[in-house]
C-alpha cells in the first residue's frame, strides 16, 4: 500500500491546484492524508478547508492538531488508512462473491471473523509512506514538532508485522516549485536525523506541484522524469473523482 502523508498549514500559493494533484494520486492508487497546522483567525480557516479538501480528493483522511499531539495524529491516520483500505478491498470482494454490499451485513459470527481477517492484513501487508513536509516560511516554528513526529512514526511502522518503509520530502526547493527528496526508502531512524539540520525555509507554498512530484516518486523512482513523459491530462472527466471520497 501507499501513501503520502502531507503535513502543511494550508493556504498553497504557487502552482496548481493541490485538490487536483490528490485526485491524480488516488487514480495512481497513492492515499493521500494530510495533516494540518493551523494558525487562528481568516487565514487558519482557509488552510483547514484547504486541508480537508486535499484528504477528500486524494481518498484518505485529514485532522487538524497542534504541535504536541502531531506524532499521534501521523501514527493515528497511517493506521487508519490502511485499515478502511482492506476493508474497502473485503467489501468490493463480497459484493462480488456474496452478493454482500458490506461486512455489516454479513451474520455475527461470519463478521467477527471477516473483521479478524482485515487487522491482520492492515499489520502484515507492505506499507510504504511517503513524508511530504511543508517548510514555507510559515512553518519554521513548527518544524522541531514535525521532526520529532517523524522519529515516533517510523518506530510505530517498524512495530507492524509487514515490511515498512519510510522517505521524506520537503518543499519547496530551490526553484520554488519542485519538491526534495530527503530520506530515500528507509526503516533507519538515523537518517531522518540530519535533513532538518539543512532545511531552508522559504515563502512559497507549492503544494500542488510537490504532490505531484511525489506521486513521479512512486512511479519512477526518481524526482526527474524524463521530459517527454506527460502527467495525464486535467478535465473534466477528474472532477468525478471527487464525489467519491473518504474523510
Not at 211 to 217: D, T
Request: aromatic share 4%.
Amino acid at each position: 500500500m501507499r501513501q503520502i502523508m502531507l503535513i502543511t498549514d494550508g493556504c498553497s500559493n504557487v502552482g496548481e491546484s493541490p485538490v487536483m494533484a490528490a485526485a491524480l494520486a488516488r487514480q495512481e492508487g497513492i492515499t493521500v492524508n494530510v495533516v494540518g497546522i493551523v494558525d487562528y483567525g481568516a487565514i487558519g480557516e482557509l488552510g483547514s478547508q484547504e486541508i480537508y479538501e486535499i484528504a477528500r480528493a486524494g481518498g484518505g483522511m485529514s485532522q487538524l492538531t497542534g504541535t504536541e499531539r502531531l506524532a499521534q495524529t501521523m501514527q493515528m491516520l497511517t493506521r487508519k488508512t490502511v485499515v478502511q483500505t482492506v476493508q474497502q478491498a473485503v467489501n468490493k470482494e463480497l459484493r462480488q462473491i456474496l452478493g454482500r454490499d458490506t461486512i455489516e451485513d454479513l451474520p455475527p459470527d461470519k463478521r467477527s471473523r471477516v473483521v479478524e481477517v482485515i487487522d491482520e492484513f492492515s499489520e502484515s501487508t507492505p506499507l510504504q509512506v511517503a513524508l511530504l513536509i511543508d517548510a514555507s516560511a510559515s512553518m519554521k516554528p513548527k518544524l522541531a514538532a514535525v521532526e520529532e513526529a517523524i522519529r515516533d512514526m517510523m518506530l510505530s511502522l517498524g512495530a507492524r508485522k509487514g515490511q515498512s518503509q519510510l522517505a521524506v520530502f520537503h518543499f519547496p526547493g530551490p526553484r520554488s516549485e519542485d519538491a526534495v527528496l530527503d530520506v530515500n526508502w528507509t526503516t533507519d531512524l538515523g537518517s531522518v536525523k540530519a535533513i532538518f539540520q539543512r532545511l531552508v525555509m522559504r515563502g512559497a507554498t507549492p503544494t500542488g506541484p510537490a504532490i505531484k512530484q511525489v506521486m513521479e516518486f512512486f512511479r519512477y523512482g526518481t524526482l526527474n522524469r524524463n521530459e517527454k513523459e506527460a502527467w495525464p491530462e486535467e478535465s473534466d472527466e477528474g472532477e468525478g473523482m471527487l464525489g467519491d471520497y473518504v474523510v
